[in-house]
């Protein structure tokens, strides 16, 4: 335990958040594997409230001084951070509750921290300890979860009542986990300090976290609440121009996926685009991320694809958007609906399938436009240069569509035609050929 004694008043001398975070990590740092070990197998039960208070506060340097509740709050959270590491010790060598106990001893850490904000009196400066402790919380609720589903994946039988009670409490402690972190939110946008003192600076990354978290439980509209609040309490809070740049790239972009799941397409690519921007050129799983949604963003806003060049950085999305992008450019509608039906698992499981299914309009807005293209000139009339034929008849574009659909059985009449140029008309589709334009290039 000296060693994070020693980091402990370090990091309080020097006033460091992080480096006070990681003295109550669960993972043990790459040039010192064995520690979390040493850490746990220094100390018993019986001894570890002691030897805590002890080191923590008996002989701290003479530059440190703690009130009563604040030395006896940091007292507990070292007390519940060693319980922890038993658990994670515990859970490497197979013995105990495996997931299910960390995830009890974890949440004991992240309510002590908690109990030190609240009561305790705890700087701001600390705030990087909630963000640990709220981040691992979160994967080991998952963990637990898992767990849980293991051992009672055999507990109903099959039929009706599998149906129905097979997704009885599937994610119960996420859900603790998400009421828990959403305390840590509580806890900082509360905060009545002066900006420079203030918990509010952890407000980004604890609703980035919750975020995280409610996504997991399918539970986006809960994502609501949390950005009504930030809005009631904006004037009292830094712009987010001034927060770290990780933290705002990560809220905007799932700023604008809640927007695009609510097919507020032009704020959602505003946000997305404002992700991409910002976010680091190296940081390729991030930048595929924010492309996943942006894409299908322009291709309803602006009928725009991304280009090749583009596409060739990211071979997941190459394999998903390049067919449906070919299509659409050729106007090949029996091709489009091939690639939707080939990537319809990934596309559902993103929540894009019904975005991208209306790139039909698209596919067909340009089989329509190469019909007049084709038509050719008119006779020029008095040496007056040749213009386009204006007038194209029905059945040339119901010959097209069905051409392009492969539907050479399925005969299309007049009205049928009329009415799918009639909608092209009406979605104002036919000034612009997506494939003309570029962007990311």
Known sequence: MDIIFRDFQRAHLDRSGPSLATTITPIAP??????????????????????IRSGLLAHINTELRFSKPEGNAWVDVYVAYWKAVG?????????????????????????????????AGFES??????????????????????????????????????DIAGEFGKNEKLEDAARIINRIFTLCI??????????????YYTTNLLFKTYFKLNSIGLSKNILRALQASRSDMPPIESFPMS???????????????????VKAEENLTDAWNLCHRDAQKNREL???????????????????????????????????????????????????SAGEDEFVKRRIYLTLERGRDIALRNLLRKVFLAG????????????????????????????????????????????????MIYKVCASMLPGEQTWFA
């Open 247 to 265: 933290h705002i790239v990560t809220f905007k972009y799932y700023v604008g996926v809640i927007l695009f799941l609510e097919e507020d397409y």
């Open 290 to 340: 924010i492309l996943t949604y942006l894409i299908p963003c322009r291709l309803l806003t602006t009928h725009t694809l991304p280009t090749t060049s583009l596409l060739a950085l990211y071979p997941r999305l190459q394999k998903l958007f390049g067919p449906l992008g070919q299509c659409i450019r050729r106007g090949d509608l029996a091709g489009f609906d091939e690639a939707l």
């Open 125 to 162: 400066w600390t705030t990087p300890c909630l963000y640990v402790t709220g981040r691992f919380l979160r994967v080991f609720a998952i963990k637990a979860d898992e767990q849980l589903r293991e051992r009672n994946g055999g507990a109903f039988s099959a039929g009706m009542q599998d």
């Open 30 to 51: 790459p040039e010192d594997s064995n520690r979390l070990r040493q850490l746990f197998g220094t100390s018993s039960a019986f001894t570890i409230q002691q030897e």
């Open 87 to 119: 658990e994670i010790i515990a859970l490497e060598e197979n013995l105990k509750t495996g997931w299910i106990g960390v995830y009890e001893a974890w949440k004991e850490v992240t309510n002590a921290l908690i109990r030190g904000y609240s009561n």
């Open 376 to 423: 050719g000139f008119e006779e020029p009339k008095d040496g007056a240069p040749p213009l386009r034929r204006t007038r194209v008849p029905v059945a040339e574009f119901g010959a097209a569509i069905r051409l392009g659909s492969q539907a050479q059985d399925h005969q299309l009449d007049n009205d049928e035609v009329e009415c799918l140029l009639a909608n």
């Open 190 to 203: 509360s905060d009545r300090a002066p900006i420079g003192e203030s918990r509010k600076w952890g407000l």
